[in-house]
C-alpha cells in the first residue's frame, strides 16, 4: 500500500512513516522539507500522485485564529488533491473533546478541519487523541517562572507520542472508519498532580501551585478532555515514560 503521510517529517509523523515503512509499506513523507506546501499547494499533486490514502498529520504554526485560516486551506486544498488523484482514504489526527471548547482559537480551527473532512468526497477516519507526554514541558514553561509553576487542576488522560503513531498507522491501513476513533492513556491526572510528578522526575524542586486561571487549559471545564468508554487504551504509563526518557 502506498501512503503519503502529509506533515510526515513532525514529532507524530516520522514515527508513522517509520512504522508503515517497516511493515513493508510505501510511506512517502510530505512536508516544507519536500517541497509540498499545503497552503499554496505547491508540490501536493505530486506528493499524492499513486496513493491509496492520505494520513494528514500537518499542524498550524501558531494557536491563535490564524489557525482557523491554516486548517481551512489546506485541509480543502488536500481533499482536493486526493480526489483528484482518486485518493481512497483520507485520514486526519485531532484532539478528544475538540468539539466542546469552542473558548480556544485551535480547537475551533481542529473542528472545522474535522467538518471539512467529513463534507469531502473521499471516505475518511478522524483519530482523536488525547494530550502528548511530549507537551507538558511546554505546558508547565507557559505559567512558570523560576520559583514556581501554576496549573489548573484540569483533568486530562495524557498519551505517549509513540502510541499515537502506532494507533494513526493501524487506522490509516485499515479500511475507512466514516467517523471517530478515539485514543488515550492509560491514568487520568489533574494536570497540577501531573506537574508535580513531572518536575519530582526531574529533581526540579518548585511548587506547583494550583491555579484555576493558569494557562491554556484554564478554560476548559470538567472532564471534556477525558476519553470516552469507547476509546482504545494506550499501554504507556507516564511515570514509565518518564523513568525511560531519563535513562
Keep these: ?53 492520505v494520513v494528514n498529520l500537518a499542524n498550524s504554526p501558531t494557536f491563535d485564529e490564524a489557525s482557523l485560516d491554516f486548517f481551512r486551506t489546506s485541509m480543502t486544498n488536500l481533499l482536493a488533491a486526493g480526489e483528484r488523484a482518486g485518493v481512497r482514504h483520507q485520514v486526519v489526527l485531532s484532539i478528544v473533546g475538540v468539539d466542546q471548547v469552542p473558548q480556544l482559537d485551535y480547537y475551533r480551527a481542529k473542528t472545522l478541519q474535522e467538518e471539512l473532512l467529513r463534507q469531502g468526497p473521499t471516505p475518511y477516519s478522524i483519530v482523536r487523541a488525547t494530550q502528548f ?32 503513531a502506532a494507533a494513526v498507522a493501524e487506522v490509516a491501513t485499515g479500511a475507512p472508519l466514516g467517523g471517530i476513533r478515539e485514543i488515550a492513556g492509560p491514568e487520568v491526572f489533574p494536570l497540577d498532580e501531573l506537574g508535580r510528578i513531572t518536575l519530582a522526575a526531574g529533581h526540579d524542586e518548585r511548587p506547583v501551585v494550583t491555579d484555576p486561571t493558569a494557562g491554556l487549559f484554564a478554560v476548559v471545564e470538567g472532564d471534556v478532555l477525558i476519553a470516552g468508554p469507547d476509546a482504545h487504551l494506550a499501554p504507556t504509563r507516564y511515570r514509565d515514560w518518564l523513568a525511560a526518557k531519563s535513562r
Design 1 to 53: 500500500m502506498k501512503l503519503t503521510v502529509v506533515g510526515g517529517t513532525g514529532l507524530i509523523g516520522s514515527q508513522v512513516v517509520r512504522i508503515l515503512t517497516g511493515a513493508g509499506h510505501e510511506a512517502v513523507p510530505a512536508a516544507p522539507s519536500t517541497g509540498v506546501d499545503l497552503l499554496t499547494g505547491e508540490g501536493l499533486d505530486q506528493a499524492v500522485k499513486g496513493a491509496d490514502t
Design 133 to 164: 507526554f511530549e507537551f507538558m514541558d511546554a505546558t508547565m514553561s507557559w505559567t512558570s517562572d523560576e520559583n514556581t509553576v501554576r496549573l489548573p487542576a484540569t483533568r486530562i488522560q495524557p498519551i505517549a507520542a509513540a502510541d499515537v
